[in-house]
């Protein structure tokens, strides 16, 4: 386990997260409000006394706020910046009233709600596609290559050679997309279908629960099929790679090192950390054929959970075979990959409402702060998909239909587009008030849970 980052870099990787997707969570409402006409009063990051701001010549005033935890763009005729409306007697002109947002037709007004989560949405998108456009997309079949110890996939009957097809009917497309189908549903039995020599064979099998713990020593309790998948195909090369100047070619299958059979890359570690700068002979298999090739290893360092260093061996490969895709079809795996993402979080809340998770789980500002921190250390793409992590998770807890957030005002105007009506003001009001306040319970709440979590008080 390595050390945590100290509490400056915490605090600024929080601020670097937060305040951005903050920007472009209110731009996109500030955005699409301006598109339609309606003039914006204030435009905070943060809520409670400003700290900085100036007033544009619209007369907006932008500003930074004390509590660094949201943000909001106040319309006009919003009596308050959780956008309920003004009084019918606000003292406005004709002129005035019509660059309200409670003045807009209701499918403007909705346009401009729906406006800010779905810019998180889209951030989040664009850095997946962004993603997959420069490193291409890793494919891997979903082929039983092996098993781990008391594997509960072996002792259901699944076999070495088995391809895994379905999860509870979910089409598994490539070994990747077996684990998002597991690690969230410890201990809970699910129908595998694989195909076993042209025929389909499903077979029930109860997920093991596992405790993982990171570099960082966070731990979480995970589901493990107990499989190993992902084979011994070479799909890149770190810097320097030893297998590269040797001769090894990506696309390439280890099938064996200096004798010993390969089944999956887990295996290549394993037979080549003890031996840094000994020369191994790798069986490859290469358009049908099987040859040997001399590999001087190479030598690295890794930090052990206690924090000391150990000289290893290492090759510079990478596993996996990957694809290129363009731009299109970058942009709809990025849509894909948020979606997932979506579905996860709801996966999280159900467990959690029917107990099959602790409410200790869920995490509010000081363990974003801690992630975000966490992330930074770990390099540029790290933290890039923590982001990405976030503004989905962003996106997610506003659609929520609880008055005072933007799910809120949007059930109000499904509301009203059945009723041809809108609500009534007083209704409303207090509507907004009573979720405003259990959005602040829930705040109180998982900043406690935060609390607990921490080494000072036991966590």
Not at 24 to 29: A, D, K, P, S, T
Not at 73 to 87: I, K, L, W
Not at 336 to 344: I, N, V
């Amino acid at each position: 386990m390595t050390g945590s980052p100290s509490l400056l870099i915490t605090i600024f990787a929080f601020l670097l997260v937060l305040g951005p997707l903050v920007l472009i969570h209110e731009l996109g409402h500030y955005l699409v409000g301006r598109l339609f006409g309606v003039k914006a009063d204030a435009f905070s990051i943060g809520f409670g006394k400003e700290l900085v701001g100036w007033t544009d010549r619209r007369g907006t005033r932008w500003k930074l706020s004390a509590l660094p935890l949201g943000g909001y763009v106040q319309f006009a005729g919003d009596m308050n910046p959780a956008s309920a409306p003004s009084a019918a007697d606000d003292g406005l002109t004709p002129q005035e009233r019509a660059q309200t947002f409670h003045a807009k037709p209701l499918w403007q007004r909705a346009l401009i709600v729906l406006a800010g989560p779905m810019t998180n949405l889209l951030l989040c998108v664009a850095i997946f596609a962004a993603f997959y456009g420069v490193y291409g997309r890793v494919v891997a079949d979903a082929e039983i290559s092996g098993f781990s110890a008391n594997s509960p996939a072996q002792k259901a009957g699944l076999q070495i050679g088995d391809r895994i097809r379905a999860i509870d009917g979910e089409k598994i497309t490539g070994a990747f997309d077996v684990s998002g189908h597991t690690i969230y549903f410890p201990g809970k039995t699910l129908s595998v279908a694989v195909d076993r020599d042209g025929r389909t064979v499903v077979l029930p099998v109860t997920l093991a629960s596992r405790e993982l713990s990171d570099r960082f020593g966070n731990k979480a309790k995970v589901g493990d099929l107990g499989v190993e998948m992902v084979p011994a195909v070479v799909g890149g090369f770190a810097g320097g790679s030893p297998a590269e100047k040797a001769g090894i070619e990506i696309g390439d299958r280890i099938v064996a090192v200096s004798g010993v059979p390969v089944t999956g890359f887990d295996d290549i570690p394993r037979l080549i950390r003890p031996n840094p700068g000994r020369v191994v002979d790798l069986q490859v298999q290469r358009n049908g054929q099987v040859r040997t090739i001399p590999v001087r290893i190479g030598q690295g360092t890794i930090t052990d959970e206690q924090g000391r260093t150990q000289k290893v061996g290492q090759i510079g490969v990478r596993n996996g075979r990957f694809e290129q895709v363009g731009p299109v079809r970058a942009i709809g795996l990025g849509f894909d990959e948020s979606f997932k993402a979506m579905g996860t979080i709801v996966t999280g809340i159900k467990q959690i409402v029917v107990g099959d998770r602790s409410v200790k789980e869920l995490g509010g500002p000081i363990k974003i702060a801690k992630y975000s921190g966490e992330a930074f250390s770990m390099g540029w793409e790290a933290f890039v998909g923590f982001v990405a992590m976030i503004s989905i998770n962003l996106a997610f807890i506003n659609l929520l239909p609880i008055p005072g957030l933007d799910g809120g005002h949007l059930a109000f105007y499904a509301a009203e587009f059945v009723r041809r009506k809108p609500l009534g003001v007083r209704s409303q009001e207090w509507a907004v008030r009573t979720g405003v306040l259990l959005v602040l319970a829930l705040m109180v709440f998982v900043t406690l849970n935060d609390l607990a979590s921490l080494p000072l008080f036991g966590g």
